[in-house]
């Protein structure tokens, strides 16, 4: 199995960026998908994730609330996240990462089964 992420960089503050995971080695559609993310000196937190059963199954942070959208291609095994407005506080090592694991289980890191290498995102103020 392999995730990988891509689509990270630096952007201003107010900016946006979208990343995306690509996966492989796996049932793609039978996997929920999340997005963590992990600031220097900070504990992995969970920013997102999108339930095998579709785009209408979703969970935000309420930190990126109304500001990041999350979704998924099972044709094309890719999940995204669309952030928009960012500001420097959303710098950090963006990581997707594939569960089978229930609802309720999906809000911590030690329900996702494997994990993409991750891509930096900094935003500038």
């Known amino acids: 199995v392999q995730l990988q992420a891509f689509g990270g960089g630096l952007v201003q503050a107010g900016g946006s960026l979208r990343l995306s995971c690509a996966a492989s080695?796996?049932?793609?559609?039978?996997?929920?998908m999340g997005w963590f993310r992990q600031a220097p000196g900070k504990e992995r937190e969970l920013v997102s994730f999108?339930?095998?059963?579709?785009?209408?199954?979703?969970y935000y942070a309420d930190s990126v609330k109304g500001r990041f959208t999350i979704s998924r291609d099972n044709a094309e095994k890719k999940v995204y996240l669309q952030m928009n407005t960012l500001k420097p506080e959303d710098t950090a090592v963006y990581l997707c990462a594939a569960s089978r694991a229930v609802y309720s289980a999906l809000f911590t890191a030690t329900a996702y089964n494997y994990w993409g290498q991750g891509t930096l995102v900094t935003v500038s103020s």
């Open positions: 080695g796996l049932t793609f559609s039978n996997y929920n």
């Open positions: 999108i339930r095998w059963t579709g785009n209408g199954n979703v």
